[in-house]
């Protein structure tokens, strides 16, 4: 639902992981479209972790582009795609340019450090057993009410991967996901030194894919 703060995350984020996949298509006129209106969208959501991970990963994509084909051509095509991307990221700031400056003004971190804090003690206090398979799934959304003695019988995702991996499978979920990052890593590795031109637009998802986690 898009009138909820849950249903305004996740489309902000699905509109993020989204464009990576449309730069991996043909260029054309519709999907040019789609790439401003997926930008415009995604700050109009004033999102801070998706605005973040939308500047960081259109520079990523920027950057592996020139990389892998290095000529003016190549330049003055990501030159082109910034202008565009800059025009109408500015002109959509414009429009809610407030309650942007007030999202980034706030530094408190939403009691994350609390949150953090909270579950890693809760699981390095544990029993070898849990340190090392964890809680079990949902164990974050059954703990975080009963430490912070919250009325609901299902509390809120631990708000990182990391943590909440950590919580649910103990040393093996934290493993599983580094080893994710490490073989996504080596493929865009193996991308530059085959030149596949697809490894652009894997440098910007692993970019999103480290923000988000």
Known sequence: RLDTQAGQNASAYLLLWCLPLLLLSPRSRVNSLLLVLATAAILLTVKRGAMIGLGLSCVAYALAYLKLHGNARAFARVLAFALVLGVVAAYTLSLNWEPVQTRFQD????????????????????EPMNLIFGFGIQSVQEYLPIVFNASSLKGTYAHSDWFQMMHDFGLLGIGFLAWLHVQILSLIRQGFRTRHPHTPSLVMGYVILFLVN
């Open 107 to 126: 530094t408190t971190g939403s009691g994350r450090d609390q949150l953090y804090e909270a579950l890693f003690n809760h699981w390095i206090d544990a």
